[in-house]
């Protein structure tokens, strides 16, 4: 079967989570696919009032016409879970780039507000996980840093 022919829109979402919000949606797309970790492609023939409502379902989480012009969904960050993601979202931060800006200390302060029961380990995932690493290994120095910040 040959592959279906037309636009691509590239979303911050994995393939499952895309077609759950695109289960009423009828006007032009034609397949939905990975496009690498927590990134969907949905290939679709939408033009108009019908792309526009297209890119309106996936505004919250980011979608592009190009995979250049995506940024990394904050699902992406090492150490972090499905919930922690869920409050980072919900917090207003998106994406790894969102979190890079903000850092590890303003986004768990944010997330700490509405979530009070959020503990330090997600500080500790945070500021690990923009180095790349494991939160585990945080050294106290490190960590003892982070907390200073916070007063």
Known sequence: MADPKGDFLFVNLSASQT????????????????A?????LVIHTATGEHLSELERLFADVGCSSGDVDLPEPIENLRNLG?????????????????LQ????????????????????NL??????GLQGKDWR?????EKNKLLEEMR
């Open 19 to 34: 077609r759950k919000r695109l289960k009423r949606f009828g006007h032009g797309v034609r397949k939905i696919q990975s």
């Open 36 to 40: 690498g970790k927590n990134q969907a």
């Open 82 to 98: 499905s919930v922690s993601a869920g409050w980072l979202r919900a917090s207003g931060i998106r994406t790894v780039a969102d």
């Open 101 to 120: 800006d903000f850092g590890p200390v303003f986004a768990y302060e944010q997330v700490k507000r509405s979530h009070q029961n959020a503990s330090l």
């Open 123 to 128: 500080l500790w995932a945070l500021a690990a």
């Open 137 to 141: 290994d945080l050294t106290d120095a």
